[in-house]
């Protein structure tokens, strides 16, 4: 089941029940932490910089063909299809990039961005939806909630469950006060914007 804001019409999705079990919450984690880790840098590709003025936190990126990635990908992306169906509407949607497994500690946090330009992006796939998923309890550290529209909505969505959100929107992750925030985070991508 699925739950849009009323401000946001179709621009943002969060998830009333849970995608994932706390079980399978801890073995994205799992997964995730075995691969190499790097600090989060800021842009696209290898144009990326790391700046902790705007970005503050850890990842790694999970890929397509590990045994236990695999359910974890197919799950996602027949969520995201059943979401964009029903929300979003955009044409040809299909998972283009590895997950980023992404770990935020206290002070942790990411500044206002947005995951695509509407101007730069001409090339398919464009990024086209967003997705932040929690695998942290909510518990294990306050703050951290994800900020969407400037100022605007702050979702701080349980163990498990999603935020889908168009690409475009502009975002943030505020500060972690306390704890260990962890999230899985996806981009679908699809044709140009017309």
């Given amino acids: 089941?699925?739950?849009?804001?009323?401000?946001?019409?179709?621009?943002?999705?969060?998830?009333?029940?849970?995608?994932?079990?706390?079980?399978?919450?801890?073995?994205?984690?799992?997964?995730?932490?075995?691969?190499p880790p790097q600090k989060a840098e800021i842009g696209l590709g290898s144009e990326g910089e790391y700046n902790t003025k705007t970005r503050i936190s850890h990842v790694s990126w999970i890929p397509?063909?590990?045994p236990d990635s695999i359910?974890?990908?197919?799950?996602?992306?027949?969520?995201?299809?059943?979401?964009?169906?029903?929300?979003?509407?955009?044409?040809?949607?299909?998972?283009?990039?590895?997950?980023?497994?992404t770990e935020y500690p206290e002070g942790g946090f990411y500044d206002?961005?947005?995951?695509?330009?509407?101007?730069?992006d001409k090339e398919p796939p464009v990024r086209k939806i967003s997705m932040t998923l929690v695998l942290s309890h909510e518990s294990e550290f306050e703050g951290g909630g994800l900020e969407l529209g400037k100022p605007?909505?702050?979702?701080?969505?349980?163990?498990?469950?999603?935020?889908?959100f168009a690409s475009f929107i502009n975002h943030r992750v505020v500060p972690i006060t306390k704890g260990l925030r962890k999230s899985l985070v996806m981009w679908f991508g699809g044709e140009p914007f017309k």
Avoid at 152 to 159: F, R
């Fill in 1 to 35: 089941m699925i739950h849009t804001e009323p401000n946001w019409k179709s621009y943002m999705v969060e998830t009333t029940e849970p995608i994932f079990t706390p079980e399978q919450c801890e073995l994205i984690s799992k997964l995730g932490r075995s691969m």
């Fill in 64 to 66: 397509f063909n590990k």
């Fill in 71 to 101: 359910p974890m990908y197919k799950k996602l992306e027949n969520m995201m299809h059943k979401t964009n169906k029903r929300h979003f509407g955009f044409e040809n949607m299909a998972i283009g990039e590895q997950a980023q497994y």
């Fill in 112 to 120: 206002w961005h947005m995951d695509c330009s509407l101007v730069m």
């Fill in 152 to 164: 605007g909505h702050i979702a701080k969505p349980k163990q498990g469950h999603a935020i889908f």
